[in-house]
C-alpha cells in the first residue's frame, strides 16, 4: 500500500513540474491591438482644408478599426470620438456613425453595419458634404453587396458617381469613378446582365484610356472582368482575346497570376475539354501563387458533370449550397439545383430530380423579381448618364461661348486699335503737310526779305565800286557796310539751314 501511495505521490510530482514547466515556457500572445497614432489624429483634425481633412480622415478611422480587437472597438469610439468633440469636427456625428457602421462590418453584423452607414449618408447629405457623401455611399454599397441587396448597390454606387463627378476638379485622374463603374458592372454581371455589365466595363476602359497611372492600375480588372462575362456569355473567341489582353506584360495587379490561370481553364472548359479542366483546376487549388474562390469549385462541378462524373459534381455541388456563400446569388443557385436536378435525372432519382427542379423554379423566380428590379434601376442609371452627358455638353457649350465672345470682343478691340492707329497717322500726316507748307512759307519769306535784301545790299554796293572813278577811297567807304551786309547774308543762311534740321 505503502509502495502504491509512493508511486501516486511521485508521479502527481512529475505531472505537477512538468505542468509547471509548460506554463514557463509559453510565452504570452502579443494583443494585436494597435495605439491611436494620437499625433496624426491632431494634425488631421486641425487641417484647415476640409477636403484634405476629410480625405486624410477616412482612411485613419477605417484602419483604427480594422487593426482594433472586437472587445476594443468600444474604446476605439470613445476615443476617436472624444477627439471629434476636442477639436470641434464639424462632422463629428457623420464619423461617428461611419466608425459604428466600419465596426459592425468588420463584425460580420452587415445589418448593423449598413443602418448606421445610412444615418451617416442622411447627416452628410443635410450639409452638402460632396466627398464625404461619396465615401459613404461607396461604402454603403460595399455593405450591401455582402447583403445580396444588388439593387440598393446599384442605385448608391450610382448616387456616389454623381457625387465624385462633383468632385472632378479635386482628383487629378478618374480612379474612382473607373472603380464604381466597375462595381456596378460586377453587380450586373452577377445578376445575369451581361450586355449591361460590359457596358460599363467599357465605359471604364474609356476614363482610363488616356490615364496612363489608372490605367496601369485597373486595366486588367477591366480585362479579367470582361473574360467573365464572355465565359458566361459562351462567346469563346472574345474570351481569347482577353486571355492574350492578361497576359501582356504591362499588367501588374497584384492577382495577375489567378487572372491568367483562370481563364486559360475558361477557354478549356468552352473548347468541351472537360477532363483538360478538371486537372488545371485541381493543380490551381493547390498552387500557392493562385487565390482560389468558390468559383472554382463551382466550374469543378460542372466538368465533372459534363465528364460524367456525377458523383464528384454531386458532392461539390452539395458542399457549395450548404456553405450558401455571398457568391452563390440566385443565378448560381438556379444553376447548381438545376445540375443536381439532371443528375438525379440520370440516376433515375425521379423524385430527387423533381424536388431539385423545384428548388431551380424558385430560384428563377427570384431571378426574374431580381431582373425587373434592376432593369429598373439600370432605366434610371441611363437617364442620369444622359443627363450628365447633356450637362457636359452644355458646360462645353459655355466655355466655347466665353471664348468665342472673347474672341469677338479681341477682334473689336483690334479693330478699334487699327481704326485709332489709321486716323492717327492720318492726322500725323496732314499736321506733318501742314507744318511743311509753314516752313516752306517761312522759308520762302525768309528768302525773300532777309536773304534778298542782303544779297541786294551787297550787290549795289560791289556795283558803286566799279563805276567809281577812285575804287580805293570809295571802298573804305563801304567796307564797313559791305562786312556788315555779308555777316547778316551768312546768318540768314545759317538760319535756313536750322529750320531745315528742325524734325
Known sequence: ?????????????????????????????????????????????????????????????????????????????????????????????????????????????????ETYMVKAVQLA??????????????????????????????????????EVRKLHDQFKDNRREVSLNINISDLFYKSGFYSQSLYYLDRAWSLVSNDTISKRLLSSVIFYNKSENYFRMNNLDSLKAYHIKLNDKANKNYKIFTYRRRTAYYITLLQHNYANAINQIKALKKSKDYAPSELEDQRLADAYYQNGQLDSAKYIINKLLAADTENNHPEVKFHLY???????????????????????????????????????????????????????????????????????????????AIGLFYRNVKQKRHYEKLLYEAKKEELAFINSHEIRKHLTNILGMIDILKNSENRLEEYEQIESFLYQSASMLDESIKNISEKLNED
Open 338 to 416: 438545376e445540375t443536381l436536378a439532371w443528375i438525379a435525372g440520370k440516376e433515375n432519382d425521379n423524385k430527387a430530380s423533381a424536388d431539385n427542379f423545384m428548388l431551380a423554379l424558385k430560384q428563377s423566380q427570384a431571378i426574374n423579381i431580381r431582373l425587373t428590379q434592376v432593369g429598373n434601376i439600370s432605366s434610371q442609371i441611363k437617364i442620369d448618364e444622359t443627363e450628365n452627358s447633356y450637362l457636359q455638353k452644355a458646360e462645353v457649350y459655355k466655355k466655347e461661348r466665353l471664348w468665342l465672345l472673347f474672341i469677338v470682343l479681341i477682334a473689336a478691340l483690334s479693330i478699334i
Open 1 to 113: 500500500m505503502l509502495k502504491k501511495l509512493t508511486i501516486v505521490l511521485s508521479l502527481t510530482i512529475l505531472f505537477f513540474n512538468i505542468a509547471l514547466a509548460d506554463v514557463r515556457q509559453v510565452s504570452p500572445v502579443p494583443s494585436r491591438q494597435q495605439k491611436i497614432n494620437r499625433d496624426t489624429l491632431v494634425n488631421i483634425l486641425t487641417q484647415e482644408d476640409a477636403f484634405l481633412r476629410q480625405k486624410r480622415l477616412i482612411p485613419f478611422v477605417k484602419k483604427c478599426i480594422q487593426f482594433s480587437e472586437d472587445s476594443k472597438l468600444l474604446a476605439v469610439h470613445d476615443t476617436l470620438n472624444a477627439f471629434f468633440v476636442k477639436y470641434n469636427l464639424a462632422n463629428k456625428e457623420v464619423f461617428s456613425n461611419f466608425i459604428k457602421s466600419i465596426s459592425f462590418n468588420k463584425q460580420h453584423n452587415l445589418k448593423q453595419a
Open 125 to 162: 447629405g443635410k450639409n452638402n458634404q460632396d466627398y464625404m457623401m461619396f465615401q459613404l455611399l461607396s461604402h454603403l454599397g460595399f455593405i450591401q453587396t455582402d447583403l445580396g441587396d444588388y439593387i440598393g448597390a446599384i442605385y448608391n454606387y450610382r448616387l456616389a458617381t454623381i
